[in-house]
């Protein structure tokens, strides 16, 4: 996860995704903070497949702040998917609510 080569942090992040382990939402949410542009966009996709409610914030703060418009794209699309989760507690579901609409309507 950590090595000089962004296409093999991009592929750690991958498999971390793959296997859907919510034991891996924590290492995954870090690379939301990575330096290139695909590995974060990466993080968001394996954060969509992990489900974690966890999750939620940070990926309002990706969709509000990233500087890459495909990190923002997807973080949108996985809130969503958040958002249509019957476990998730009402107060995330308000919250993704609120912040997908005032990105959608920009």
Same mark, same amino acid.
């Given at each position: 996860?950590?090595?000089?080569?962004?296409?093999?942090?991009?592929? +750690?992040?991958? +498999?971390?995704?793959?296997?859907?382990?919510?034991?891996?939402?924590?290492?995954?949410? +870090?690379?939301?903070?990575?330096?290139?542009?695909?590995?974060?966009?990466?993080?968001?996709?394996?954060?969509?497949?992990?489900?974690?409610?966890? +999750?939620?914030?940070?990926?309002?703060?990706?969709?509000?702040?990233?500087?890459?418009?495909?990190?923002?794209?997807?973080?949108?699309?996985?809130?969503?998917?958040?958002?249509?989760?019957?476990?998730?507690?009402?107060?995330?579901?308000?919250?993704?609510?609120?912040?997908?609409?005032?990105?959608?309507?920009?």
């Amino acid at each position: 996860m950590e090595d000089i080569d962004p296409g093999v942090r991009r592929q +750690a992040v991958k +498999a971390l995704g793959d296997m859907g382990d919510s034991r891996a939402t924590t290492e995954v949410i +870090a690379k939301l903070n990575d330096g290139d542009d695909d590995v974060r966009l990466e993080a968001v996709i394996a954060l969509g497949k992990i489900g974690d409610p966890q +999750a939620v914030e940070p990926l309002i703060e990706k969709l509000e702040s990233d500087d890459y418009f495909y990190v923002r794209k997807k973080a949108a699309y996985t809130l969503y998917v958040f958002y249509r989760q019957e476990r998730l507690e009402e107060g995330h579901r308000q919250k993704i609510l609120s912040h997908w609409r005032s990105w959608y309507l920009t």
